[in-house]
Each structure stands twice: as structure tokens, then as C-alpha cells.
């Protein structure tokens, strides 16, 4: 979905305050009030060029167009920010106390911060993930989850201007072993701790970027074979999400394999399937689909 080209957006204001989240900044109202981006409340829909989750919003909830037009300013997507510099500070923050803590709040082994770039920070009490791409800038956002449960606040924040990308292990991938694609870090985690070559998704689609960056990640393997994961979820968003993602990056990467994988019925996510399924590679692998090909 492509809201670029239909709507323009208009930041909030104390007199256009956000309908979704109804604070008085940095979020953005489409020109008649009809979508939303929303920078705190996550939907299904990301808007990874305003930082935030497009919203539909009821008539009954929209500002006029009259007062969107007379108090807001027009915004357009940003531009991609290099995010190094903070990043290279949240790994530098990450101890191996905070390790242990956060590993044990996601139900895994700490060794598996040994192969992701994840990093730590403080005043947030939060992981710091990665939005990845190969080319420069390589950190394209950052994405914090939170690890203790005590204090109020959501549990997801991203870092404002973050654009979406993928979260790529450390070590690079080799021909002939299987690539996974996940949606989010703690999925993508739970798979590295089975052994799985494991690449984070931003969210449970791909967007173009993502998938490009994929195809560049993946430049020296001969014909890769890829297992798209998703999540289940009682709106089949996840499921739907990760066939779309199969779809873009078959057309993506033409000589890749392509298949799809979801959790057996009744089990959430592929973190949900290792921890409290004890699901082995082989578990996760011998599950795939074969996406076939449109000619
Ligand atoms: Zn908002």
C-alpha cells in the first residue's frame, strides 16, 4: 500500500492534535483527516518514510479539512539518516549483565547477542535493534524493546526518522545453508539460537529497501534458499504479511528458492516454537512451502 501518492500529510499541533495517539507532535493527519501516521502507535501498516504506522480514521474522528488546512503544516518523507554513531554507542552499552537479563526476559540463551549487532540502552532499559542495510548508511534506524515489565510505556519505541530495514547476523552468509526471514528481532533470535542463518524483517511484510537489501546481502550465493517465517495471529496479518514478502522477494532475487514457513496451529511465533515447543531447525526448515513462481 502506497499512501505517498495519494495523500499529502500535515504534522499535528496543539490544535490538530494526533487522533490516534492524541498527542500534539511529531505524529502526521492526511489533508481531509481520513489516514493517520502515527510515530507511537504501531499498526499493522508501516510508514517507514514518516517513521510511524499509517491509521484509518473514522469520520467520526477526523478534524475538518478546513482546520487540518487553516493550523498544519505540510510534511514530506524524510530521508534516510545515518544512525552509526548511536548504534556503535548502544553496543558499546551492552555488558554481559544486561545480556544475561535481556536473554532471559525473551526465554533465550545470551549467547545469541554473539551474532547480532544488537546493542543496549540505559535510559530506556531497552535492546537496541538495528534497522540494516549493506550499503552506506549501514544503520538506518533503531528500533528499542524494553526488558523489564515494572514500568509503564510501551514496550516497542523506535528512534524518530528510523527508516526500515533488516536486521542481519554478524557473520556473513555462505552458500548452500539456508537463509531464514523473520518477523522482528526476538523471532529472528530464537532462530539463531537453533542454528538458522536468521535475518529480521522491520515488520511482518518487506518493503521494496528491505528486499534490495536482501538481494545485496545475498550477491555471493549461488541460487539461496530462502524460508520466509510468519507470525500466527488471529487476524492472519502475519501469515498474510509473510506471503507478501515471499512474493516480493521471489521477484526480488530470481534465482533464489523461495519458501514459506508458519508455526504449527496454536503457537504464536517461531520464538514461542523454540522456547516452549523446543523446535529444532529441521522442525522450522522441513515446515517450508514452496512459493511457486508467476511466469
Ligand atoms: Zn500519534
Known amino acids: 500500500m502506497n499512501c505517498r501518492s495519494k495523500y499529502q500529510f500535515n504534522r499535528v499541533n496543539h490544535d490538530v492534535p494526533c487522533p490516534v495517539c492524541l498527542h500534539d507532535h511529531w505524529c502526521m493527519i ?43 503544516k505540510p510534511v514530506g518523507p524524510h530521508q534516510v539518516r545515518d544512525f552509526g ?12 549483565e544486561q545480556k544475561t537479563r535481556a536473554a532471559a526476559s525473551l526465554g533465550l540463551d545470551p549467547c545469541v547477542f554473539d551474532l547480532y ?7 530506556l532499559d531497552s535492546l537496541a535493534i538495528p534497522a540494516m542495510q549493506v550499503t552506506s548508511p549501514k ?4 528500533r528499542y524493546r524494553r526488558i523489564g515489565t515494572s514500568a509503564g510505556g ?17 557473520s556473513p552468509p555462505t552458500s548452500g545453508h539456508a537463509i531464514c526471514l523473520l518477523e522482528g528481532p526476538s523471532d529472528t533470535l530464537a532462530a539463531g539460537q537453533i542454528g538458522l542463518h536468521a535475518i529480521g524483517r522491520w515488520s511482518c511484510g518487506l518493503d521494496s529497501r528491505q528486499a534490495e537489501t536482501l538481494k545485496h546481502y545475498l550477491a555471493d550465493c549461488e541460487q539461496p534458499t530462502i524460508f520466509v517465517i510468519g507470525d500466527n ?3 492472519h496479518t502475519g501469515e498474510k504479511g509473510a506471503d507478501a514478502a515471499a512474493e516480493l522477494v521471489t521477484r526480488a532475487i530470481p534465482g533464489a528458492v523461495v519458501l514459506r514457513v508458519q508455526p504449527p496451529m496454536g503457537i504464536k511465533d517461531l520464538r514461542e516454537w523454540v522456547v516452549d515447543g523446543g523446535a529444532s531447525a529441521a522442525d522450522v526448515l522441513d515446515a517450508g512451502k514452496e512459493v511457486r513462481r508467476g511466469s
Open 30 to 72: 492526511s489533508q481531509y483527516g481520513e489516514r493517520a501516521v502515527c510515530c507511537r502507535v504501531e499498526s499493522d501498516w508501516p510508514a517507514p518514510a514518516f517513521s510511524g504506522w499509517y491509521h484509518q480514521i473514522p469520520p467520526r474522528g477526523r478534524p475538518s479539512p478546513a482546520r487540518i488546512a487553516a493550523v498544519t
Open 85 to 96: 554513531d548511536l548504534h556503535q554507542q548502544h553496543l558499546d552499552w551492552f555488558d554481559s
Open 117 to 123: 549487532p544488537i546493542g543496549y540502552a540505559p535510559t
Open 139 to 142: 544503520i538506518v534506524g533503531i
Open 154 to 170: 510501551s514496550k516497542w519505541m523506535c528512534q524518530p526518522e528510523s527508516t526500515a530495514g533488516l536486521l542481519l547476523p554478524t
Open 233 to 235: 495471529d488471529a487476524l
